[in-house]
């Protein structure tokens, strides 16, 4: 079970990282064949069916998207915990929308699969 002082930290630092475009130290968080299912992948790459596999993969396809929004920035709303995944709700302020990143962890603690729902 993931506890809240766990799940507050991560989540602080998973905001800081977006919001200050830093790649590199948010990388660290996830193993090498971490997944991403999120509907933002198929506006980049609209044949991967929504999902990306491989930290390379992710990476370039984050580079990708930040390229796009230069005035990205989340707003942390609130942090929940469960057996082994941390959701982050937060707000996009550039989109307007809210969203929850689901974020699943291994027996190490590192970051092994993410899905990511958004607000209509």
């Known amino acids: 079970m993931i506890d809240q002082?766990?799940?507050?930290?991560?989540?602080?630092?998973?905001?800081?990282?977006?919001?200050?475009?830093?790649?590199?130290?948010?990388?660290?968080?996830?193993?090498?064949?971490?997944?991403?299912?999120?509907?933002?992948?198929?506006k980049i790459y609209p044949d991967c069916g929504g999902i990306i596999a491989g930290k390379a993969q992710v990476r370039e396809y984050w580079e990708t998207a930040l390229s796009k929004l230069s005035a990205l920035h989340f707003e942390l709303l609130e942090v929940l915990t469960g057996v082994n995944v941390v959701a982050i709700y937060y707000h996009n302020t550039v989109s307007g929308k809210n969203a929850v990143e689901n974020l699943f962890f291994d027996t190490d603690g590192m970051v092994k699969r993410v899905v990511v729902t958004y607000s209509n």
């Open 5 to 42: 002082q766990f799940a507050n930290t991560f989540a602080a630092e998973w905001i800081d990282c977006w919001n200050t475009r830093n790649l590199d130290r948010l990388m660290q968080h996830y193993t090498d064949d971490f997944t991403i299912e999120t509907p933002y992948a198929l």
